[in-house]
């Protein structure tokens, strides 16, 4: 009958690789970073065009997507105290369950983000840690400040109306674009590298250039396709098509006089 040193012997396996060995390993893959980097935008390629002074005065469909807009969140201002709190509560739920994850990015002065995905659960604690992780050693005692624009929204850690709620609640899912400001101002001028350590930097990349909306336009309408106007306009090409049809109900109502 064996030992129960023998048995514990046999038992354990000839061979044991430590974590740390194992990442050492050559043949080990190394590990996907959790989090991207982008680099600041470069001037030569993605500076701001020039656009004429008419592109920033709203269009009558802007007037109107806005009017709508507006009517339509003052109509669920006033009908919310009338809906069932259980339909509120689904709806709610529903919302959770449809944005598991946010991702957020972080900008900092000089225009370099650092992007990661959280869960929706996670305080706004979680973005400052994953934030201050990246910095360089002697940067980070430095406090800073996450915060939303526009309009501007400071997200601190201090305020108890924000570090208790989740990312969810704080509206930032599905994904969000925030701004930091350190404490130090001089780590705020644009021309001042963000204060990343190298091995944040080196997982640098472009970042997208945003399609030209001029380039993403909708292809005109065949001329076999009628182009749609606003009900009442007129046009020239109405009255050389052939003539006007009138309505069956003004019809009706010539005919009564």
């Known amino acids: 009958m064996s030992s129960p040193a023998e048995h514990q012997s046999a038992s354990e396996p000839t061979s044991s690789v430590s974590p740390a060995q194992a990442i050492q390993s050559p043949s080990a893959q190394p590990e996907k970073p959790s989090f991207r980097v982008y680099r600041p935008p470069q001037a030569s390629t993605t500076s701001p065009r020039e656009l004429p002074e008419d592109y920033f005065t709203p269009s009558a469909a802007d007037l109107k997507a806005a009017q709508a807009s507006l009517s339509a969140r003052t109509q669920a201002l ?3 105290p009338l809906r069932n709190r259980a339909v509120r509560e689904a709806e709610e739920t529903a919302k959770r369950a449809k ?20 869960p929706s659960t996670d305080k706004i604690k979680s973005v400052y840690a994953f934030v201050r992780e990246c910095l360089l050693e ?5 406090k800073f400040v996450i915060y939303q624009t526009p309009p501007k929204r400071e997200l601190r850690v201090s305020d108890p109306n924000v570090r208790d709620l989740s990312l969810f609640d704080l509206h930032l899912a599905p994904s969000s674009v925030l701004h930091l400001k350190f404490m130090e101002d ?5 021309d001042v590298p ?3 350590d ?11 250039i ?7 336009s909708p292809p005109a309408s065949s001329s076999s396709t009628p182009s ?16 006007v049809k009138v309505p069956k109900w003004l019809k009706l109502g010539h005919g009564k006089k």
Do not use: C, M, W
């Open 78 to 80: 006033v009908n919310a």
């Open 99 to 118: 944005y598991p994850t946010t991702t957020i990015r972080v900008r900092f002065p000089d225009r370099t983000q650092l992007e990661k995905t959280f």
């Open 138 to 142: 002697d940067v980070k005692p430095i």
């Open 186 to 190: 001089s780590l705020n001028h644009v």
């Open 194 to 196: 963000a204060p990343l």
């Open 198 to 208: 190298a091995s944040v930097l080196a997982l640098a990349e472009e970042l997208p």
């Open 210 to 216: 945003p399609p030209d909306p001029e380039s993403t």
């Open 228 to 243: 749609a106007r606003p009900v009442g306009s007129s046009s020239s090409s109405s009255t050389s098509s052939g003539p």
